[in-house]
């Protein structure tokens, strides 16, 4: 079992719609969870982070976060083209942080 | 602004070379780390390093050793280098999240060095 399990996708979610991206963990011992998104060719940029059970807003993007289930999500309301792009969840635990495979998004416009 | 500098962008390396990739921050984080990102496998650690002169091996340590002499440094090395590290190589630094709430440590990447081994 990977220690940060996500579909890989392709997710594909029309313009103005949400997109829901679902992240697992293994460790119950992982104390902060992140969501980066990378476009193909570049490298990973964070857009949330999250350390509290619950729901965390910034903008159009909301993480939840529910530890004694070990999931991780990322909503992205109103999608825009420009959203299209692979997103990552990370998890860490001390000094390390892992990552998941990710998932490829496509938002049509 | 935030910067992590990888000094080779695009690398083509003959098997059994030493390669050597550069990586520089200037943002004074404590951590930082070496990444390789391949196809379906996502982004896995081969190394990091908490202060100067730390090292721990991440989770693919094999043939890939690391330097961190100064701070601000962190230095990748593949002793003879094999096919099987063709990859893209990311390297990256950490510091906690800014804001109210405790978050975790943020990880800024650079722009992450093409290498091939033929």
């Known amino acids: 079992q990977k220690e940060v399990e996500q579909n890989s996708g392709p997710l594909s979610v029309p313009e103005g719609a949400i997109a829901s991206l679902n992240c697992t963990y293994s460790d119950r011992g992982s104390q902060s969870f992140f969501w980066y998104r990378q476009y193909s060719g570049k490298s990973p940029e964070l857009i949330m982070s999250?350390?509290?059970?619950g729901d965390k807003e910034d903008g159009r993007f909301t993480a939840q976060l529910n530890k004694a289930s070990q999931y991780v999500s990322l909503l992205i309301r109103d999608s825009q083209p420009s959203d299209s792009a692979t997103y990552l969840c990370a998890v860490e635990r001390g000094f390390k942080t892992i990552f998941g495979a990710g998932t490829r998004l496509f938002v049509k416009a | 602004d935030v910067k992590v500098t990888q000094s080779s962008r695009y690398l083509v390396k003959r098997t059994g070379e030493k390669v050597f990739l550069e990586c520089v921050q200037d943002m004074d984080h404590e951590n930082m780390f070496w990444y390789r990102q391949d196809p379906g496998l996502g982004l896995r650690l081969i190394y990091f390093?908490?202060?100067?002169?730390?090292?721990e091996k991440g989770d693919i340590p094999e043939g890939y050793s690391v330097s961190r002499e100064k701070k601000e440094r962190f230095s990748l090395i593949l002793e003879s280098a094999s096919t099987n590290q063709t990859s893209m190589y990311l390297c990256?630094?950490?510091?906690?999240?800014?804001?109210?709430?405790?978050?975790?440590?943020?990880?800024?990447f650079g722009e992450g060095s093409w290498l091939t081994v033929v």
């Open positions: 390093s908490y202060d100067v002169k730390m090292k």
């Open positions: 999250i350390y509290s059970n």
């Open positions: 990256a630094s950490s510091s906690p999240s800014s804001g109210t709430e405790f978050s975790g440590n943020t990880i800024y």
